[in-house]
């Protein structure tokens, strides 16, 4: 079922994107946003790494590279953003703020299976509300970390009407995932090492009769093609389950079967994963305690966004 508004976010791999930027032939509003962007041709390229972008709020998601390809860390950057359904106007301005990243991953067919190092990297978030569906395009003003001012980049996207995953508001799906008490062993169901039994002892279903807010991962952090599902796990799951384990539900879902992904590396979703809606990995969602969504996440996530929402649930 498609469900209206709110996308959260995941850095993605660039064909994720591609399914935002508008590119096709012809003319329509806002030529100085280009259909076609080629690397190279400015100082900085912005790539949106969302699923989808949508009607209402959004956590917008991207990356920027800079003439030869490198991030551009740790810049200021400030959005303008268009409306291009007609004539092209500016209608609000966004900060993105930079979002570090320590990649890494397990790696199961290590002897000892640790967490496996697997480079740096970041995105930039941006908090922001898109009032119809259409072509939008925005402008990245960005000062970089030596005090630089690169020359602006214009950015033409899609905004869609829905999206697959819950929005905000809207009740959590139910979900009753595979738990330790429908398992053999725990590996069946978390590729983290070590493993987390903590978040795998009771199901969706059963934490939303609780009265209880949830904070919800799915994430698998030996398969995650981003290298940022352990990331997560490692630095916003665990910090919060340790802070607020006594007020709060933690769970954990692998998102793909992993017999499957073992056997031949072939994402076979879980029940969850199709309830949910959810098309990529890691998402973190925050369910307060009626049971509906307060904030969700795509891809990377910092510890203080998550930590605010479930404040907020909290009380």
């Known amino acids: 079922m498609m469900r209206r508004s709110v996308a959260g976010t995941l850095i993605g791999v660039i064909v994720l994107a591609v399914g935002i930027v508008g590119v ?36 917008m998601v991207m990356s920027l590279t800079g003439e030869s390809d490198e991030l551009v860390a740790d810049a200021d950057v400030v959005l303008r953003f268009y409306d291009l359904n007609g004539d092209p106007e500016e209608k609000f301005a966004a900060d993105a703020r930079f979002v570090p990243i320590e990649l890494s991953y397990i790696d199961e067919q290590a002897p000892e299976p640790e ?54 508001g ?10 330790l008490d429908s398992v053999e062993a725990i590996e069946d169901i978390d590729s983290s090492f070590p493993p987390r039994p903590e978040m795998h002892d009771i199901t969706i279903a059963e934490a939303l009769h609780t009265g209880r807010p949830l904070v919800i991962a799915f994430a698998t952090p030996a398969y995650c093609r981003t290298r940022t599902c352990a990331p997560v796990m490692d630095t916003v799951m665990d910090p919060l389950l340790e802070r607020y384990g006594d007020e709060a539900t933690f769970i954990h879902v692998e998102p793909y079967v992993l017999r499957d992904l073992r056997a031949g590396f072939v994402q076979n979703p879980v029940p969850a994963t199709r309830e949910w809606g959810i098309q990529s990995e890691p998402w973190v969602f925050v369910v307060g305690r009626d049971g509906r969504i307060v904030a969700k996440y795509q891809g990377p996530t910092a510890l203080d966004e998550v930590e605010s929402a479930l404040r907020q649930a909290l009380r």
């Open 115 to 168: 967490p496996t190092d697997a480079g740096t990297g970041g995105v930039y978030v941006a908090n922001v509300t898109f009032e119809r569906a259409g072509e939008w395009g925005f402008k990245a003003l960005v000062t970089t970390a030596d005090g630089d001012r690169l020359e602006e980049a214009p950015f033409r996207f899609n905004v869609r009407e829905d999206s697959s995953e819950p929005v905000i």
């Open 24 to 59: 096709g032939c012809g003319s329509s509003a806002g030529e100085e946003f280009p259909r076609v962007v080629t690397l190279g041709e400015g100082e900085v390229f912005p790539v949106i790494l969302n699923d989808s972008l949508v009607v209402g709020e959004n956590r």
């Open 170 to 179: 809207e009740a959590a799906p139910a979900s009753v995932q595979a738990t």
